[in-house]
């Protein structure tokens, strides 16, 4: 199994990315997935989740302005990251979570200039 996070790069403040996170093999079990970001010189946090009934969640630094889906056919999952701001730079890292246990994609970068 992989997780292919893709997406990130360099945008103005105020601006939008959509990150995705392309999963490969076979996922049996999935409970939820995630996304998590660290800023440099800080500690991996929450983004915002999906699980498995469609159920949606974020932090609250993000809530309105942030938005994750899936798509099952693609096997993707999405962050939609508008009104972007400085402080949303960091390397943005998507996550499964199943009942075996978690998978971790390898973190896409985003940078917000003010």
């Known amino acids: 199994v992989q997780l292919q996070a893709s997406g990130g790069g360099l945008v103005q403040a105020g601006g939008s990315l959509r990150l995705s996170c392309a999963t490969s093999?076979?996922?049996?079990?999935?409970?939820?997935m995630r996304w998590y970001r660290q800023a440099p010189g800080k500690e991996r946090e929450w983004v915002a989740s999906i699980i498995v009934n469609g159920s949606v969640n974020y932090a609250d630094s993000v809530k309105g302005r942030f938005s994750i889906s899936r798509d099952r056919a693609k096997k993707t999952v999405y962050l939609q990251m508008n009104t972007l701001e400085p402080e949303d730079t960091a390397v943005y890292y998507c996550?499964?979570?199943?009942?075996?246990?978690?998978?971790w994609g390898q973190g896409t970068l985003v940078t917000v200039s003010s």
């Open positions: 996550n499964i979570n199943t009942v075996y246990g978690g998978y």
């Open positions: 093999g076979r996922i049996i079990g999935i409970k939820a």
